[in-house]
């Protein structure tokens, strides 16, 4: 028989769940459009849902009429984002991840003390394009150990990293390692910018997988937290797969008789995991055993212009 451990954390963290109750309370409030400053988060469910239920989702702050309501998605922005939003006089609506503005304001810190700041993460992420933008002139990115070779800086030039806050934790660690051991002076942020809910999804898929014949990860693919957890399950040759849902489950990965551990990103909505687990009981009678890691309970509340505008107007949970 088919046996499915379920881990646990999986999905959403308090940044999504923030977010996407940033999105449901302004269009409520305010009605259809609510324009989006890209996806709320990296979830195509969650895209295509508010989608349907009004919301409208841009790439450019021109796109938005002037004096529309704009919503900045979980990932940040730029100030120039910001800017050019004021400019057009729209409502402006920050969803920004707690976590993430931790990062923005590191930048500014050390760019204003005057380090130039080396930030690890994935070229083209909206969360890595907001955090550049905050100091453009004093952050340079690397992705691998191999770029850290290549910077043209010395170890005489007053240096800081920091990093995308949805990294593989592993990979994070080597590139400070090999950012440490090329320049001894760097200094870095107090505490790790890799969030609470991306190391505790990799901690229970590390722990997991050891005992693990197939992996199934809940998520897009264009979520970095999500197809991190899938490198790291595809790690000792054992089948791991990053899913958008049931719809892309292939019976062929499956005798019947596997161990199967199922995650989901922080991005990814429990409702899909629930659709997966159901496909693999009807087809292959599965049976579900949860297993809990470590235990959440940060809760991230709506932004303040968001309350304040809906003070006295709607009721607030």
Request: with cysteine; net charge positive; charged share 20%.
């Given at each position: 028989m088919l046996t499915i451990l379920l881990a646990s954390p999986r999905g959403f963290c308090a940044g999504v769940n923030m977010a996407i109750e940033t999105l449901e309370t302004a269009l409520r409030l305010y009605g259809r459009p609510v324009h989006v400053f890209h996806e709320i988060v990296h979830n195509k469910h969650v895209v295509e849902r508010f989608t349907r239920e009004g919301a409208v989702f841009v790439d450019e702050v021109q796109q938005v009429p002037e004096r529309?309501?704009?919503?900045?998605s979980a990932h940040g922005v730029a100030p120039e984002v910001r800017r050019v939003a004021a400019e057009r006089k729209l409502t402006a609506i920050d969803a920004t991840c707690p976590l993430v503005t931790k990062v923005h304001l590191e930048a500014l810190r050390y760019a204003a003390a005057g380090y130039h700041i080396i930030l690890i993460g994935h070229e083209g992420h909206d969360e890595v394009i907001g955090t550049m933008g905050h100091a453009p002139a004093s952050i340079t990115l690397v992705e691998t150990e191999a770029d850290v070779d290549r910077l043209p800086l010395g170890t005489g030039d007053r240096l800081a990293y920091?990093?995308?806050t949805?990294?593989?934790v592993d990979d994070a660690s080597r590139i400070i390692a090999r950012?440490?051991?090329?320049?001894?002076?760097i200094t870095g942020p107090p505490k790790d910018d890799i969030c609470y809910a991306t190391q505790n999804r990799q901690e229970a898929v590390r722990l997991l997988a050891e005992g693990a014949d197939v992996v199934l990860v809940i998520g897009s693919r264009n979520s970095s937290n999500s197809q991190r957890l899938a490198e790291l399950a595809g790690e000792g040759h054992r089948l791991a797969r990053l899913i958008d849902g049931p719809d892309e489950i292939d019976a062929g990965?499956?005798?019947g008789d596997e161990t199967v551990v199922i995650t989901a990103g922080a991005s990814?909505?429990?409702?899909?995991?629930?659709?997966?687990?159901?496909?693999?009981?009807?087809?292959?009678g599965a049976t579900v055993e949860e297993r809990m890691i470590r235990e959440e309970q940060v809760y991230f509340p709506l932004p303040k212009e968001l309350r304040t505008a809906a003070a006295g107007r709607l009721p607030m949970a």
């Open positions: 529309g309501v704009l919503l900045f920091l990093t995308q949805t990294l593989s950012l440490k051991a090329r320049f001894p002076g990965w499956f005798r990814a909505p429990e409702h899909v995991v629930q659709e997966c687990i159901a496909w693999l009981r009807k087809r292959f």
